[in-house]
């Protein structure tokens, strides 16, 4: 198409060829400025590029711009543990030790090569910080560990409240068994097999947030960060309770849900960390699909909404979305919900899509600004189709489970393209990932 070879053109010389240097990142920096979140995303849940560039572009943000924190799609409770390493407060030894608690579908995601370089990473940079304001923090901003948190709940008032350790026990009995198997939760809840436990929820949250005060009197300023871990451990119990009935109950959003509980945790984090009057700047991974404003997609258009969205209409101004796409490669992903991860590899880009263009253009990898279009932009607002890989590819039902249309310079502000990138590597590897995927023309090999 005629339109899109010089729409090919003028992206190649807007954009910002990628050497593998620092320098690579400096026009984004520049275009951060003084933001205090920024979302950095990701195409798939198991490319090692991506996972790479977010950690470097971090660094720098640490270093240059004074952020202060990393809150990522994970569990609260499996990520504080990594917090405690990296801030030199735990008891783990080394960073591998402070992986250890991601042990659910889909490990790869934290235990990786890449997570492992960037804990250490943190953790020596941090030893070099004696303002405890300003050592970097890890957080997790997701609401699927019912089951961890409420274990989390308990011991921390088991520790600091005996009292309150009972009474919240009582409450935490209504979940019984089905607190490890929380799909069944729901399940069996929303069918009305049994009574929810919705009430016990909600008023032990609000039962730790009346006894703050008591308890940061008794046992000091230095219990503010274990009081807070405790709140957001109980508030995560709240709204897992609520996301999975949801599941089971017609007309509500549990991807909405899921959303606004990981921006309201963004923003009781920083709430938190400005307590003293340190200005809190914090860097988002998490996947495209929650980055990009969902406005800007037809997924918006049918009522979702994302991080990136919330994150701009809370924070105007304060916020900067950097989006990452890959024409093909390979990737570690399962081929279903819970099953091994293995090497897949992943098709070229479906023809009308934005990998597609951004293939065309011949330059290997590259960092776009969008504002830096100029008059070009408007051919980008045209809605074109972008792939997501989650933790699930389907490559047989590409163009159904991996596709949806967006508006990109509405969806981000910038965009890292890498057009062939490779899988991100376990710290297990399976021998489904060590073998990779066969290719289509076995056994033949024509």
Known sequence: MPADRILARA???????????????????????DARFVLLGEASHGTHEFYRIRAELTK???????????????????AYRIHRYVRGVGKDPDATEALADFKRFPQWMWRNADILDLVGWLRAHNDHVIDLSRK??????????????????????????PDAEREARSRYACFDTLAAEPQLYGQVTALG????????????????????????????VLAEDEQFEAEQNARVVARAEEYYRAMYLG?????????????????????????????????????????GDASATDRGEHGELNIGQLCRARHPGETVLVGFSTY????????????AAERKRVRPALPHSYESLFHATGVPSFLLLLEQ??????????????????????????????????????????????????????????????RGELPETFPTGL
């Open 373 to 434: 279009l100029g008059e070009a932009a408007g051919a980008l607002h045209e809605p074109r189709l972008q792939r997501a890989i989650g933790v699930v590819y389907r490559p047989q039902t590409e163009r159904a489970s991996h596709y949806y249309h967006v508006h990109l310079p509405d969806q981000f502000d910038a965009i890292f393209h890498l057009d062939e990138t490779r899988a991100l590597e376990p710290l297990e590897r399976t021998a489904e990932w060590e």
């Open 251 to 291: 007309g509500v959003s549990t991807w909405n849900l899921r959303d606004t509980h990981m921006m309201d945790t963004l923003d009781a984090l920083a709430l938190h960390l400005e307590r003293h009057g340190t200005r809190a700047k914090i860097v988002v991974w998490a996947h495209n699909s929650h980055i």
């Open 328 to 339: 093909h490669g390979t990737v570690t992903a399962a081929s279903d919900w819970g099953q």
């Open 60 to 78: 720098r943000l640490i270093r240059e711009k004074g952020f202060i924190a990393v809150a990522a799609e994970a569990d609260w409770p499996d």
């Open 11 to 33: 992206i190649v010389d807007t954009a910002t060829p990628l050497t593998g240097s620092w320098s690579d990142f400096d026009l984004l920096v520049d275009r951060i400025g």
């Open 193 to 220: 097999i049994r009574k929810d436990c919705e009430q016990e929820a909600v008023d032990q949250l609000v039962d730790l947030q009346r006894r703050r005060a008591d308890l940061l009197r008794r046992h000091g």
């Open 136 to 161: 970097v923090g890890f957080y997790g901003l997701d609401v699927y560990s019912l089951h961890g948190s409420i274990q989390a709940v308990l011991a921390y008032l088991a520790r600091t409240d």
